[in-house]
């Protein structure tokens, strides 16, 4: 068969794309959310769907995306379904997970960026433009509890608090607010969520269960940039955002910016398989950061000047997973020695605050071992982005 009814029109069937294995043990195990490229998706999705069920879409007003709902075949009928017993029935050969019970469901969320303006989202937090995002709400192994410094961080907090702060030890959102708490010095609790057994305190603030989410007496909210400001609002601690207006709106424009290019490049990096291609991805994330400290303040070391602020923080978790993520998966390079890239990314590294919130790097390594397979030749990496910022 060449084509799909139904859900799947419009689907080509690509016979033995390449790297269909590893492609199909990517599909078959999500353990958190995934980004594909509109060509990854149509190429590898059809030939894992012995495995899904479609069981819904739904089309949202006045917003340029769709969720698609998936159970896994294992499952079973759907309820009130009867037993064929029809004897000349082909049945459908399945592939059993290792586990007892199958309750494996996915949402894929596909987008139309022609269709309207897309809400300001992040990747975790929403999915990114341009993309088709799968998330599925079962995983084989992931760590539950933070390691490391982030750990000790963790028990300093864990009494009760009027101000509570969900979170996943692995999610880079989660310590965007975990650092502005920590820097504010306002009290907190800490409540760690296994993302894939999620408590009713969290579905009452985000009905999604995403993390970040925040509760504050009897008033709930989620998205980490929101949270952000809305603890800046409270007047508490330490203010990273700058008095002067025009200054403010500086750091905003530059932390949208974090938002709209940084974190989705990172991804791309990460998520791309063909070593080439992870190639072009790094230079475009490298431009990314080159774009932002050209705004930022020439001697920093922080972005704006000797003080860690708000955009410093925006940024934080992705700077300090170059290291910890992409240098081992993707040969991400260490910064130029007495650039102004070096120095801020050193300056956030060293930061006590970031420290206090992350965990150790083997937690990080375990996160995104998935994408381990296919990495590139890291000398090219490394000249692709030096080549692109006019060093040797």
């Not at 999610?171 to 800490?190: D, G, T």
Request: aromatic letters at 10%.
């Amino acid at each position: 068969m060449d084509s799909f009814p139904g859900h799947l029109q419009g689907m080509k069937l690509i016979r033995d794309p390449p790297d269909l294995d590893t492609w199909r043990m990517i599909l078959f195990h999500v353990d958190e959310m995934i980004t594909l490229s509109e060509e990854q998706f149509q190429i590898y999705f059809p030939h894992i769907d012995n495995v899904y069920s479609h069981r819904s879409t739904q089309r949202y007003k006045r917003k340029p995306f769709a969720s698609h709902y998936w159970d896994c075949r294992l499952k079973g009928r759907a309820s009130g379904t009867p037993k064929s017993d029809d004897p000349n029935k082909k049945k459908r050969k399945r592939v059993a997970r290792e586990r007892d019970l199958c309750d494996v469901k996915i949402k894929i969320t596909e987008y139309f960026p022609t269709a309207g303006a897309l809400e300001d989202v992040a990747i975790s937090e929403d999915m990114l433009p341009d993309m088709h995002s799968i998330t599925m709400s079962d995983q084989k192994s992931y760590h539950t509890k933070a390691t490391g410094q982030a750990a000790v961080t963790a028990v300093q907090h864990a009494a009760e608090s009027r101000l509570k702060l969900y979170g996943s030890c692995f999610c880079p959102f989660v310590q965007r607010v975990w650092i502005a708490l920590e820097m504010k010095k306002i009290p907190y609790q800490y409540i760690e969520v296994d993302p894939y057994q999620k408590p009713q305190s969290l579905l009452d603030v985000n009905p999604r269960g995403l993390v970040p989410a925040l509760r504050h007496d009897d008033w709930g909210c989620y998205e980490s940039t929101v949270l952000m400001e809305y603890l800046e609002d409270l007047k508490l601690g330490r203010a990273l955002l700058p008095e002067d207006a025009k200054m403010r709106a500086h750091c905003r424009l530059w932390a949208d910016h974090i938002n709209r290019n940084i974190v989705p490049n990172f991804y791309r990096v990460l998520q791309e398989q063909d070593p080439e291609k992870q190639v072009e991805n790094a230079k475009e994330l490298q431009t990314a950061f080159d774009k932002l400290l050209a705004a930022a303040h020439p001697d920093g070391p922080f972005f704006m000047g000797s003080q860690m602020s708000f955009v410093d923080v925006q940024a934080a978790p992705w700077v300090i997973r170059l290291r910890r993520v992409l240098t081992p998966y993707r040969g991400w390079p260490d910064a130029e020695p007495g650039t102004r890239w070096a120095s801020w990314v050193d300056a956030i590294d060293a930061n006590e605050h970031v420290r206090a919130t992350t965990s150790s790097d083997e937690l990080y390594l375990d996160s995104y071992a998935r994408y381990a397979e296919n990495r590139p030749n890291t000398s090219q990496v490394a000249n692709a982005i030096n080549s692109g910022r006019g060093l040797p």
